[in-house]
């Protein structure tokens, strides 16, 4: 095995009612990786990371975390993080009360850490309220807190961006992306949701996987000239950028990248990211290995606070 795979999956199955929910799948993450799992609803993919995490029985085949057999090593089942879709809760308990429990369990409770990513969604006020009387969207933003308040090798993410508004969205993305030392798997039914984000795709039909691929725009983008926006809003002016410019994007931690234009169209691309206030920090190009600020169009900046 690679020194560099943290997740491996060979050829699981599971065979529940004389059905199979999922049927002999293999594939291996790395570190750093954050791969996309795509397929319509029923394809399995719930499933998928159910059997992963523990929630299924596992009919056939292995699991590996860093090498190690689960079946031998049921420790290591702690070293993987899960946000299941839908989020399941004891209702009656509170926020909190739900967090420590979970995270108990496996022995990685920090209270520091979870106040962190309560304030991060939004959620710090209904710290104390009782899960029943929370919204969909924010049962959904608290299954990422209880996921992302732990450390862990491998981070599941289970239909996240559902019942969630644009800004949610955005927050949630930059928290995989500084996730570090870990293999992040997320699943959804558009390609299109996690091209910005995802290294590779794993699409699932009826339950058995259908082909791997590399995301080859976010594979080849930084060996190309491009041009950068510095933003507070990565994803957000992505898209503005891509619904309305017809330019595919690539987004970096804070920053938007696109293939070069001239500086008249950067400036163009920032009056309507203004116009939708999004806050930018920096823009500019990147060339032979160089990232040069446009100085010209420093009157869109704003300085950070």
Do not use: W
């Amino acid at each position: 095995m690679e020194v560099n795979i943290v997740l491996e999956i060979k050829n699981i199955s599971s065979y529940v009612n004389k059905k199979f929910l999922v049927k002999e799948a293999s594939f291996s993450l790395h570190s750093g990786e954050i791969c996309a799992v795509i397929g319509d609803d029923r394809s399995g993919k719930s499933s998928l990371c159910k059997l992963i995490a523990g929630a299924l029985p596992l009919s056939n085949g292995e699991i590996f975390v860093e090498g190690k057999n689960l079946k031998k090593h049921s420790s290591l089942r702690s070293e993987i993080s899960v946000a299941l879709n839908p989020p399941t809760f004891f209702k009656f308990q509170s926020v909190i009360e739900n967090i420590k429990y979970l995270l108990k369990l496996r022995g990685k409770y920090n209270h520091k850490k979870v106040v962190e990513m309560l304030n991060k969604f939004s959620l710090l006020e209904k710290m104390n309220a009782r899960v029943f009387s929370l919204t969909e969207s924010e049962k959904k933003k608290l299954s990422f807190v209880t996921a992302l308040s732990c450390d862990a090798k491998v981070y599941i993410f289970d239909e996240p961006l559902l019942n969630l508004t644009d800004a949610d969205k955005e927050i949630f993305f930059e928290q995989i992306k500084q996730l570090k030392n870990c293999a992040v798997m997320i699943t959804g039914n558009n390609k299109e949701d996690f091209e910005d984000i995802a290294n590779t795709f794993i699409y699932l039909s009826n339950k058995e996987m259908a082909h791997i691929e590399a995301n080859e725009k976010y594979k080849n983008f930084n060996q190309k000239r491009y041009s950068f926006i510095l933003t507070k809003q990565p994803n957000f002016a992505g898209k503005v950028i891509k619904e309305n410019k017809n330019i595919d994007v690539l987004i970096e931690e804070k920053k938007v990248l696109f293939p070069k234009v001239s500086e008249n169209e950067l400036e163009e691309i920032l009056k309507l990211l203004v116009e939708k206030k999004i806050t930018i920090y920096s823009a500019g190009f990147k060339e032979n290995g160089i990232e040069q600020v446009a100085e010209n169009l420093k009157k869109y900046f704003k300085d950070k606070k």
